[in-house]
């Protein structure tokens, strides 16, 4: 179990290459099991959950390569079943199910466990398939999807308590695409990775309009073939970025971003008094320390709001902001894991019902902390770069289940970063 030292106090500076998103290749990585033809996916990031997914297609009879970036699967005979050891790593593993039951007509995926940012349900999921004509059944803590007829397009809401739903939007997507007749999803999710997906699956001869709004429509088609694609920037990855610039660096330049998707991220360092300028084509940026700092009050939302995948980090920057911030979390009110490790390093912060206030503090002190979740880890490297000291981050699995070689992008960019093998 590997752990980070960050020696704090460096100075962040040139520039760093920001990775292909995780979030949208795991379902992309997904969606060749719809496809008996070679799919080649292009900037998929090396990540444990990246691995997860290739070790779940390979386990479910898919031939897989994988080499510096690009993964090139063929699932010519594959069976219906994900394996528990595996699924019950990853979470994401739940968007297999929608491709399996489209191509088999049998899905069997256990029932992801309990997750450390919260509930987690997939009721959504099932009500989208259930919608297509599926069965549900429960056994042994297995989720039992069959329709032995083939699916069929449905006019279906996803909207759920939280608002829409990103991985059921996706599954019910890629279902949608060999199911029989046209598809309606009303209260979709737009992230820019569900758009991804989109595109991926039209690239394989699918009919899907509307990816990006809260209404996609799906003509079912009798076959999807094989597709090359690139997968878009981590725009997670990029906010985390401009964050380790805007707390430590001197100009600090990210390439292969995409400005669109780092809207409110941007606005959000821009009101803590940052500043971050892009190049005209809108694919890199330059984040430049401000010197007129403030709290600024946050709430995540569904895209194009907020991202709940920022808000660890978001609070590592305010924790050393003057002034009052409020940050809440309507997607995932529990995730506020974090707070109670930065405040082991100095950090005034108090968390009540989803919502966390920060009282800015000059410095942060170094202590050894825990990270419990992949944001939740990164937020405490971010706060360990201008802590007084030497931080010992423990259980550093979660930070490299998402975050391709953060130690050695840190190191490029200056930071004094150790990754220490235990
Ligand atoms: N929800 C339900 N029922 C469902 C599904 C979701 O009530 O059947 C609720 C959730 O409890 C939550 C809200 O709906 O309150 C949104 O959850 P969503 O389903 O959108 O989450 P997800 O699709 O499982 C993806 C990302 C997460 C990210 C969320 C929200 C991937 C692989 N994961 O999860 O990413 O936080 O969307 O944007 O795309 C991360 O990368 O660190 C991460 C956790």
């Known amino acids: 179990m590997d752990k980070l030292l960050v020696h704090g106090g460096s100075t962040l ?48 009879g898919a031939e897989v390569e ?8 063929t699932c010519a005979e594959i069976s219906d079943t994900a394996p528990y050891e595996l699924v ?4 994401a593993s739940i968007c297999v199910m929608g491709p399996l039951l489209a191509r088999k007509g049998r899905a069997v995926v256990s029932l992801p466990g309990g997750c450390i ?25 297995n989720i039992i999807l069959t329709a032995p007829k083939g699916l069929k397009g449905a006019e279906l809401d996803l909207r759920g308590t ?3 739903t990103v991985l059921g939007t996706d599954n019910v997507m890629m279902a949608a695409t060999l199911a ?3 598809t309606v999803i009303e209260s979709a999710a737009a992230e820019p990775e569900v758009i991804d997906l989109a595109n991926f699956l039209n690239a394989m001869g699918a009919k899907i309009t509307g990816a990006g709004t809260r209404r996609i429509v799906i003509e079912g088609v009798a076959k999807l073939h094989g597709v090359e694609h690139t997968v878009i920037p981590d725009r997670i990855e990029a906010g985390t970025f401009m964050v380790a610039a805007a707390l430590a660096g001197e100009g600090v330049t990210l390439r292969r971003v995409c400005r669109e998707h780092l809207k409110a991220i941007t606005a959000a360092i821009e009101a803590s008094g940052h500043s971050v300028s892009f190049n005209e084509a809108g694919d890199a940026c330059t984040v430049h320390r401000g010197t007129d700092l403030k709290g600024v009050d946050l709430v995540t939302a569904p895209y194009p709001g907020y991202p709940t995948d920022m808000q660890a980090q978001m609070t590592a920057l305010l924790a050393t902001t003057p002034g009052i911030s409020v940050i809440k979390d309507t997607i995932f009110p529990q995730r506020f894991m974090h707070c109670a490790e930065l405040k082991r390093m100095g950090a005034d912060i108090k968390v009540d019902n989803g919502t966390a206030i920060v009282r800015g503090t000059e410095k942060l002190s170094a202590a050894p902390v825990m990270a419990s979740d992949l ?15 030497t931080t010992e981050i423990n259980r550093l699995y979660h930070i490299d289940r998402g975050y391709e070689h953060i130690d050695e992008k840190l190191l490029l960019l200056g930071a004094n970063v150790e990754r220490v093998r235990v």
Do not use: C, W
């Open 66 to 73: 994988r080499s510096s970036g690009t993964i090139r699967a």
């Open 117 to 141: 940012i919260g509930d987690r349900p997939v009721d959504l999921h099932l009500k989208g398939l259930q919608a297509l004509g599926a069965q549900v059944e429960f056994e042994g803590g």
């Open 88 to 91: 019950r790593r990853m979470r």
């Open 180 to 182: 029989e007749g046209t």
């Open 13 to 60: 500076r040139g520039s760093v290459n920001i990775s292909g998103s995780k979030n949208a290749s795991l379902p992309i990585i997904a969606a060749a099991l719809l496809t008996d033809e070679d799919v080649i996916i292009r900037r998929v990031p090396d990540v444990s959950d990246t691995n997860y997914m290739v070790q779940i297609l390979n386990a479910l």
């Open 375 to 389: 944001r939740a880890s990164a937020a405490l490297v971010l706060a360990a770069l201008t802590a007084t000291g």
């Open 162 to 164: 939280s608002g829409p």
